[in-house]
């Protein structure tokens, strides 16, 4: 599951994986975020991942440049997750990324959400 929400008059949006990714549930949250991202300013992000059991086929092969394009319009992004690899990967990924991410044990998700509300 892959779900995509933004509060209208919020610029925080919270994106939930639990479980495998569906090619449709990519596509809906790829419209919805590039819907928020054409209104213009910056989204700061968080991403709740639950369980990541993979993805369809159809889903990964999304194109590769939405992502890239996506990061220039988020200003921060909080990762909450449990999952090791992933707390590696997106610490690696911090030191390249325009994008200042930190990563939140899913026990903070609450601190997740209270730093992106700060954060300028």
Do not use: C
Not at 21 to 26: A, S, V
Not at 49 to 59: D, K, Q, T
């Amino acid at each position: 599951m892959l779900t995509y929400t933004k509060t209208p008059d919020s610029n925080v949006a919270e994106i939930v994986v639990d479980g495998k990714i569906t090619d449709e549930e990519m596509n809906a949250a790829m419209t919805a975020m590039k819907a928020d991202l054409d209104k213009g300013g910056k989204i700061k992000l968080l991403e709740d991942i639950r369980a990541f059991e993979g993805m369809e086929p159809a889903a990964f092969f999304k194109d590769p440049r939405f992502g890239i394009s996506m990061m220039k319009s988020i200003s921060h992004v909080a990762l909450v997750t449990d999952a090791p690899w992933l707390k590696a990967l997106a610490e690696t990924f911090n030191f390249v990324s325009p994008t200042q991410i930190k990563v939140f044990e899913r026990a903070r998700i609450d601190e997740a959400r209270t730093w992106l509300a700060a954060a300028a």
